[in-house]
């Protein structure tokens, strides 16, 4: 029975082959079908490597963009914070007048916790003999002194801060300390005339500020037995300043 079936694919075989080689019809299908999947097997096996290829290549460029984006992804941390300390840096720092003894400092931390009015400062400059007069936006805020050798501002508000001061257009004088709220005018004499409206700067008699720097205006005018008093709102309360400029005292000239 094998040796039949044996026999059988053996002549189907040779028939073919003899058809092949003598009919050019069969033939040509046939080899046109074999060329035909041999076409579709180098086409397919192509796709195949371009795909792979494709997806390597891609895989690739996505593991290099990642670790460019590792890469800068701090720089551009950096690159904010620096633009965001600019910003604050140019609407911090507007003064109408420059002097080339004006020192920009920068805060570094308050004094103690839940004292706004007293900050230590970064502050290269720092000459510890002297007491210097703190600007912010161009107005008056405070004074600078050494503590334990280190640059602290005290700002306006602060009882320990008193200045010397005109008052108005007849230049009224007077001198000016903190009370944590407002601030106050005392020592303003009898005869001066000083009225609500007013407008406060410095006389530059204190050793500290030169004169004419903005402090506030006049609220209320209290009078006293011996000396009259002024309650002064300041034009700017920088509690929560970064930049400020710091004045020499050294210098002894005027902003008018």
């Given at each position: 029975m094998i040796k039949s079936k044996l026999l059988f694919l053996l002549l189907v075989t040779l028939l073919l082959l003899v058809s092949i080689k003598l009919v050019p019809s069969f033939r040509d299908k046939v080899l046109g079908f074999s060329n035909n999947i041999k076409?579709?097997?180098?086409?397919?096996?192509?796709?195949?490597?371009?795909?792979y290829n494709a997806y390597i290549n891609q895989a690739k460029k996505i593991e290099e963009l990642e670790k460019e984006v590792k890469e800068l992804e701090p720089k551009a941390l950096?690159?904010?914070?620096?633009?965001?300390?600019?910003?604050?840096?140019?609407k911090e720092t507007n003064l109408n007048y420059h002097h080339e003894s004006l020192y920009l400092v920068r805060t570094i931390s308050f004094e103690k916790l839940g004292n706004y009015t007293k900050l230590w400062l970064d502050f290269k400059d720092f000459d510890k003999n002297k007491i210097y007069g703190l600007l912010y936006k161009g107005y008056v805020a405070g004074i600078v002194k050494q503590q334990d050798n280190l640059p602290l501002a005290i700002l306006e508000l602060d009882p320990e801060v008193a200045l010397s001061v005109y008052i108005g257009d007849f230049k009224a004088q007077g001198v000016i300390f903190g009370n944590n709220t407002n601030?106050?005018?005392?020592?303003?004499?009898k005869t001066s005339i000083v009225k609500v409206g007013d407008e406060v700067v410095?006389?530059?008699?204190?050793?500290?500020?030169?004169?004419?720097?903005k402090i506030g205006?006049?609220?209320?005018?209290?009078e006293k037995e011996l000396y009259n008093e002024a309650v002064v709102k300041p034009y700017i309360i920088p509690t929560k300043a970064t930049y400020f400029y710091a004045i020499d005292p050294d210098i002894k000239t005027s902003i008018n």
């Open positions: 076409i579709a097997y180098v086409t397919s096996s192509d796709n195949i490597k371009n795909k950096i690159s904010n914070s620096l633009s965001l300390k600019l910003k604050k840096l140019l601030l106050i005018i005392k020592y303003i004499q410095t006389s530059g008699k204190d050793g500290i500020f030169i004169e004419g720097v205006r006049v609220m209320e005018v209290r």
